[in-house]
Antibody, heavy 125, light 112 residues
Framework: EVQLVQSGAEVKKPGESLRISCKGSGYSFASYWITWVRQMPGKGLEWMGRIDPSDSYTNYSPSFQGHVTISVDKSISTAYVQWSSLKASDTAMYYC??????????????????WGQGTLVTVSS | QSVLAQPPSVSGAPGQRVTISCTGSSSNIGAGYDVHWYQQLPGTAPKLLIYGNNNRPPGVPERFSGSKSGTSASLAITGLQAEDEADYYCQSYDSSLSVLYVFGAGTKVTVL
């Protein structure tokens, strides 16, 4: 079974650093990009960025560029997202997902499957 | 404001058919990129429901179907059931933005 398992909930203070993880199993981890998605309380899904585990190449959404760092350790099939200085506005549920794809007429089509169970990050003084 | 437009909510009685629209632009859906749909049950992670406009992953009931035309797509639920009450999101790829993957704002389906 293809599965992504995320690390547990975190409670942090503003200004603190944090790294959360996402471990893949049941497939060739290096063969599929991993992506991260934020869901703020009561809100929708926002794409944060993606990483190619084979070479650690990353793309970020402009909204998250410079505020988070996505990384990977393919030797243990685990991807990470980290913050160096958390803000209260970082309070959210964070999901990782595997990027599946196929080739269409207009280019590559990408979809998110499966998803991790989510990591709740609470930042409060 | 989301790149893909969805109605905030739809509702229907058990057994009815409901549809959710997803409207994009010439840089995403209209450019020919596929639309994918996710179901998020209360308190759980999103789950892939439809991929490639109209394909169901194993285990997804046949009452869920997708379609796409022009710059829009739709998700239909026929024979609505109580367990279908959830948030539904459409997603596509966008060629014009640094935001590669775009979502709709989500539609809450309520079973009356």
């Amino acid at each position: 079974e293809v599965q992504l398992v995320q690390s547990g909930a975190e409670v942090k203070k503003p200004g603190e650093s944090l790294r959360i993880s996402c471990k893949g199993s049941g497939y060739s981890f290096a063969s599929y990009w991993i992506t991260w998605v934020r869901q703020m309380p009561g809100k929708g899904l926002e794409w944060m960025g993606r990483i190619d585990p084979s070479d650690s190449y990353t793309n970020y959404s402009p909204s998250f560029q410079g505020h988070v760092t996505i990384s990977v350790d393919k030797s243990i099939s685990t991807a990470y997202v980290q913050w160096s200085s958390l803000k209260a506005s970082d309070t959210a549920m964070y999901y990782c997902a595997r990027l599946s794809f196929d080739y269409g007429v207009s280019g590559t089509n990408w979809w998110f499957d499966p998803w991790g169970q989510g990591t709740l990050v609470t930042v409060s003084s | 404001q989301s790149v893909l437009a969805q109605p905030p909510s739809v509702s229907g009685a058990p057994g009815q058919r409901v549809t959710i629209s997803c409207t994009g632009s010439s840089s995403n859906i209209g450019a020919g990129y596929d639309v994918h749909w996710y179901q998020q049950l209360p308190g759980t992670a999103p789950k892939l429901l439809i991929y490639g406009n109209n394909n169901r992953p194993p285990g997804v009931p046949e009452r869920f179907s997708g379609s796409k035309s022009g710059t829009s797509a739709s998700l239909a639920i026929t024979g609505l059931q109580a367990e279908d009450e959830a948030d539904y999101y459409c997603q596509s790829y966008d060629s014009s933005l640094s935001v590669l993957y775009v979502f709709g704002a989500g539609t809450k389906v309520t079973v009356l």
